[in-house]
């Protein structure tokens, strides 16, 4: 059974997903977002005249959006979707201490509590 996180909690890790989806490349955004349970749809490619190629804040903003409109519970599924994502396609490492900072290891498709040292609370 999936842990109870609170409201705060998935809003931190959220955060935590969130900053490493930025960090990927433009192009890269709207694929992982997709992948991970986000209508592809209502995210725009990003591409725009100018020549510079993919930009992220028209898809980054589509996103958060997307986000802040679902209730609770579809937070938490699509959170430990995109989370699966990330470790997936880039890199479980990079997750796995994004985790750490808010008192979280992914493990089994669930945030488990860490303590101090990163090792499971009992």
């Known amino acids: 059974m999936p842990s109870a996180l609170s409201d705060e909690e998935v809003t931190q890790i959220y955060g935590s997903m969130r900053l ?19 209508d592809l ?24 959006g997307l986000w802040g409109a679902w209730g609770p519970e579809s ?18 490492a990079e997750v796995q201490r994004e985790l750490l900072k808010s008192g979280f290891r992914f493990v089994n498709g669930d945030f488990v509590p860490v303590n ?3 090792e499971i609370e009992p």
């Open 20 to 38: 490493i989806l930025h960090q990927c490349p433009a192009a890269k955004i709207r694929i992982l977002a997709g992948a991970a349970g986000w």
């Open 41 to 64: 749809g209502l995210i725009p490619d990003g591409t725009d005249d100018s020549g510079y190629g993919t930009r992220r804040p028209p898809q980054e903003n589509a996103i958060d």
């Open 75 to 92: 937070k938490r599924r699509r959170l430990r979707r995109l989370t699966e994502v990330l470790i997936e396609k880039v890199s479980e």
């Open 116 to 118: 101090a040292q990163g």
